[in-house]
């Protein structure tokens, strides 16, 4: 069989068109990366500027040293709640699937996380639902989220262009684990703080994460797995009360591998906002 010694002129304009449509695609997706980042440098400023001019609560009401008999002191039995403005309530309204904020303090990782139906539809989402290569972080669809959960898990992509989870991976060194060894996530009402205990990749092919635990010796025995996995010696012995949160992103040093970083509650600082108040919306979050 003879190979021809050049192509033909209509093999070199298919060659030339599907170079064309490569560089096309390739364009695309870069600007659709450029636009999320632009989104979510946005989101994270409009947040920083709601905190800021958060005003301070009014103080507590005065009350009568005496109540008359039979009559009831006044604020007895109501509940207290903040008039203040909900700084995240525009993200709710902005998107219906905000579940909150997620910060690493001193790395790039500072975004909000949604909650879906599946662990599937944010893969190529931003924020605002726009098609995205960087997705959104999202919450594992068997968490019913307002940190009701035993085991909270987010989920975020390792972005080539160290957006999203992609730090997740540079805790593999122990010296940028002491140095980002805190993580703050909030809901609408409550900000909480966590210390990460556990650092490991491992491939997704043979691992789960469980979100519920059928007794507290089963969520013992866990806990006591992750801290004999991690890469780095870390805390000894957690209380069987803990409140674990985990952030998930791919890695490559092994087969299909998984990035995964534990942490425990260590804080809580709660301001609630009753639902209808001006700044919800009247929305309540499932």
Same mark, same amino acid.
């Given at each position: 069989?003879?190979?021809?010694?050049?192509?033909?002129?209509?093999?070199?304009?298919?060659?030339?068109?599907?170079?064309?449509?490569?560089?096309?695609?390739?364009?695309?997706?870069?600007?659709?990366?450029?636009?999320?980042?632009?989104?979510?440098?946005?989101?994270?400023?409009?947040?920083?500027?709601?905190?800021?001019?958060?005003?301070?609560?009014?103080?507590?009401?005065?009350?009568?040293?005496?109540?008359?008999?039979?009559?009831?002191?006044?604020?007895?039995?109501?509940? *207290?709640? %903040?008039?203040?403005?909900?700084?995240?309530?525009?993200?709710?309204?902005?998107? &219906?699937? @905000? =579940?909150?904020? +997620?910060?690493?303090?001193?790395?790039?990782?500072?975004?909000?996380?949604?909650?879906?139906?599946?662990?599937?539809?944010?893969?190529?989402?931003?924020?605002?639902?726009?098609?995205?290569?960087?997705?959104?972080?999202?919450?594992?669809?068997?968490?019913?989220?307002?940190?009701?959960?035993?085991?909270?898990?987010?989920?975020?992509?390792?972005?080539?262009?160290?957006?999203?989870?992609?730090?997740?991976?540079?805790?593999?060194?122990?010296?940028?684990?002491?140095?980002?060894?805190?993580?703050?996530?909030?809901?609408?009402?409550?900000?909480?703080?966590?210390?990460?205990?556990?650092?490991? *990749?491992? %491939?997704?092919?043979?691992?789960?994460?469980?979100?519920?635990?059928?007794?507290? &010796?089963? @969520? =013992?025995?866990? +806990?006591?797995?992750?801290?004999?996995?991690?890469?780095?010696?870390?805390?000894?012995?957690?209380?069987?009360?803990?409140?674990?949160?985990?952030?998930?992103?791919?890695?490559?040093?092994?087969?299909?591998?998984?990035?995964?970083?534990?942490?425990?509650?260590?804080?809580?600082?709660?301001?609630?906002?009753?639902?209808?108040?001006?700044?919800?919306?009247?929305?309540?979050?499932?």
């Amino acid at each position: 069989m003879k190979i021809p010694k050049s192509l033909p002129m209509w093999g070199l304009n298919i060659l030339m068109a599907l170079g064309g449509l490569i560089l096309l695609a390739t364009a695309a997706e870069a600007w659709q990366r450029q636009q999320a980042v632009k989104e979510y440098e946005e989101l994270a400023r409009i947040r920083q500027e709601d905190l800021w001019f958060l005003p301070e609560p009014s103080p507590p009401a005065e009350t009568p040293e005496e109540t008359p008999a039979g009559e009831a002191a006044p604020g007895k039995d109501e509940e *207290e709640f %903040s008039l203040q403005p909900n700084p995240q309530a525009s993200f709710l309204v902005r998107n &219906p699937d @905000f =579940a909150g904020w +997620l910060t690493v303090p001193g790395t790039n990782i500072d975004y909000p996380y949604v909650r879906s139906r599946d662990n599937a539809e944010y893969l190529n989402l931003s924020f605002d639902r726009k098609p995205s290569a960087l997705g959104t972080i999202f919450m594992d669809y068997r968490n019913l989220g307002g940190f009701t959960d035993r085991h909270l898990i987010l989920y975020g992509h390792n972005s080539k262009n160290g957006t999203m989870f992609h730090e997740l991976v540079k805790f593999h060194e122990e010296e940028f684990l002491k140095a980002h060894g805190e993580i703050q996530i909030s809901d609408l009402y409550t900000q909480k703080t966590y210390r990460v205990i556990s650092v490991y *990749e491992i %491939s997704a092919n043979d691992y789960t994460l469980p979100v519920d635990f059928s007794a507290p &010796p089963v @969520f =013992a025995a866990y +806990l006591a797995d992750l801290l004999q996995r991690s890469l780095h010696p870390l805390e000894g012995k957690l209380p069987p009360d803990a409140k674990l949160l985990t952030l998930v992103t791919c890695s490559y040093g092994v087969n299909n591998g998984r990035t995964i970083v534990h942490a425990v509650e260590v804080g809580s600082t709660v301001t609630p906002h009753p639902p209808g108040l001006p700044g919800t919306k009247g929305q309540d979050r499932p």
